[in-house]
């Protein structure tokens, strides 16, 4: 198991697995809040952390509010713009790093369905090839957006249940209230400046 960053959520469900751990839900839910706690925890052990931000949704000032104000080479953001970048830039990276996040998978998915439904998902099953060699020896993150499905009228992830199927936990966070929902637990949270508090 590693570290969630979060002491109080480390109690409750002992950690990330090892595997991909899938974060989804809606917008503003703590996803990428969560990104960043476990970057910074990993980062302040010294451990090497490629994050992926294709979401512009990495923001350094946020970043120092949950760091107390510090910066860690071993915290590498990259920053993408295509479907095809995010996917390329993960074929290349080393696999030699302590934790990868991936913030989010959905965001150009969803653009390049509308595109190229064939690549969109051809894609997206490469990337799950690699991300499993990542998880061999890191911790991965995956970070996902969600739709409605208006025929069953509930929330899923984007990817549907090829990623579900793909991730080895799964954490969906709620924003009315405030909840993620994890293996049949139900915790309760609210963020505030220096990340994610659990009652």
């Known amino acids: 198991m590693f570290s969630t960053g979060c002491g109080d959520l480390d109690l409750r469900i002992g950690g990330f697995s ?6 989804y839900g809606a917008c503003a839910t703590g996803k990428t809040t969560l990104g960043m706690m476990a970057s910074n925890f990993f980062a302040s052990k010294g451990k090497k952390v490629f994050y992926i931000d ?3 949704g990495f923001n350094m ?4 509010q949950i760091s107390n104000g510090k910066v860690y080479d071993s915290l590498i953001v990259f920053k993408v713009h295509s479907l095809e970048e995010q996917f390329k830039l993960l074929e290349k990276l080393p696999l ?13 998915y969803r653009e390049e369905l509308k595109m190229n439904y064939l690549l969109a998902n051809t894609l997206v099953k490469k990337y799950f090839n690699i991300l499993k060699k990542f998880s061999v ?7 996902n957006q969600v739709y409605c499905d208006i025929n069953n009228n509930v929330v899923k992830c984007v990817g549907g249940n090829f990623v579900m199927e793909n991730c080895n936990s799964k954490y969906f966070l709620s924003k009315n209230p405030r909840k993620l929902i994890f293996d049949n637990k139900s915790l309760e949270f609210e ?8 009652f």
């Open 18 to 23: 090892r595997g991909i751990n899938l974060i």
């Open 54 to 56: 294709s979401e512009n």
């Open 61 to 64: 000032d946020r970043f120092k």
């Open 96 to 108: 030699k790093c302590d934790l990868l996040v991936l913030d989010s998978l959905g965001y150009y």
């Open 137 to 143: 020896n890191s911790c991965v993150l995956v970070l």
């Open 191 to 198: 963020i505030n400046d220096k990340g994610i508090y659990f």
